[in-house]
RNA sequence: GCCGCCAUCGUCUAGUCCGGUCUAGGACGCCAGGUUUUCAUCCUGGUAACAGGGGUUCGAAUCCCCUUGGCGGUACCA
């Protein structure tokens, strides 16, 4: 850790698309660790590659972040003591860097051109060895140098690393890793058009902002000595680095789009809500020490602890977040639950209701609701349109069961809605149910073989909440027509 | 090919660093039962795993080696 600042940690995504599901788990970890040790979590956008920016990544960054609740203290929106927080505008910043490392003889410059790369790599690979740069252009003369790159020749700045020995990486989710230096390839850290590569800005960002800790996904792992070379050419002490495992899609290679949907922000437009999703990614990896799984934000917070997390990769499954969205939509205020709720509900239908029948109607609907995007069709049965229209399609057959035929059941309703005539207690759901119930008890029947009919008849399906509870919400007018009319 | 990472129920995982308390725990899913007018919720129970082989040790899921498998990296992408 630097002196004089406790914990940095930054995440640091390119804009390059829609943001991935997978990067938002790692800006989670990131900004747990932050929150918990009181420290900064800073976002960084890395867009030195220009051929691969999409116009409007940067703002869909922005926006998955805020939904997620993980809104960053330093960026290029908020601002903050180490700006710009856009890599391409510290360009200076790492072609001072670069030049340094070549004065210092840990970098060089290299005319090669793309052809004679690509020849040396066929070579290499027909030869089965590992593709490498074979430091050709390290042997250049320092005064042939300077000449051909003062005349404006294509050139590229490539670290200059050691052919023999080893570096020793610790790694706060793996413990130790060694690399050799004789596996390692001169990879390039400035570009022929002056922008770094990820190797240099990285690593030259990440000191001058003072991050503490890099945290970031395994993909990086590899690449972790030429960073380490870096910081130490330059003298500098490196952050302490944390590799998180890979999100994996259900054939166990790295989650992609071709498992489905893994954009951020389709997650928000799907009805799952962003503290479900916060702590179903947090229990990828990470795990709490007493079992107890449905947790807040503050307690993941609390008891997250970087080092416990899982080196091994996860696979991202649906059907524990569908779960786990679930026990959140059951737990949430049911007020917030009908504010959240509104934009996922069809427009049309929802200007022919009242916030009063749309609160009762989802107090209803809510045990049964798993995603938000279901109101629609868990509601669409207290709507007399839709209904007007199923009903022309129903088929009553599917009203006969084993211990009844259809007509039998229909008898059923006819002796239900007589009983309604008789009905002149307040309109209410357990009203209704106290005195249905005595009543079907004192003719001697039971109570399935009329409340199933009954409900089948109010909401056209074998599935549905409760028949008094459907009643209550119906109101006795439209409780009454829609029994009148499925009879006939 | 080379380098690296990883390896416990179908899935997420606890346990591994500091061997015995592990006849391997929790959650999701699934199955069964209960509540019940259906579904859901809720409650109870069940199902199911230490990749394989060698060591080390009185004793290994835990330590070591090998094999196998999976994944990642191997770009003037990040």
Redesign the pocket.
Known sequence: MRSGRGVRVRF???P?GEPHVGSIWTALFNFLFARQTGGAFVLRL????Q??LVPGAAEKIYQALDWYGLTPDEGPQRGGPFRPYV?SQRRELHQQHARQLVEQGNAYYCF???ER?EQL?QAQ?AA??????DKHCAAIPLAEVSRRVASGE???IRINLPLTGTVVHHDII???????YD?L?D??LL???G?????L??VVDDHVMEISHVIRA??????VPKHLFLHRAFGWEPPQFA?L??L?GS????LSKRHGATSALSFRDEGYLPEAMRNFLA?????P?D???VRSLEELIRDFRLA??????????R??L???N??YI?SMDIDEFVRRVEPFWHQARLAQVSNEWRRAALMIVR???RRLSEVDDLTAFGFSSVWDEQRRLFDFGTMATRHRTAAQAKGEIDWFMDWLDTFSEPWNATSL?INA?AAIAAAGK???DV??PV?VGLTL?????????VMQLLGKGETRRRLRTFLT
């Open positions: 640091a995504p390119s390059t890395e867009d030195t590659d051929k691969r890599q090669c051109t793309t790369l790599r690979v089965k060895r590992a593709p490498r740069y294509n050139a590229v793996r413990r130790q890793v060694t690399f050799r596996q390839d990879s390039v570009k022929s058009d922008f770094p590569t990820y190797h800005a990285n395994e993909e990086w792992l590899p690449s590799h495992p890979l994996l054939d166990r290679s790295k229990l990828m990896g990470w795990h020490k079992d107890r799984e416990d997390v899982n080196p091994s990769g996860a696979i991202f499954d059907t524990k569908d779960w786990l679930g026990v059951r045990d049964r609701m149910k119930l039971k109570n399935g409340l199933w409900r399906r074998p599935a549905s909440p409760d028949v008094f509870d």
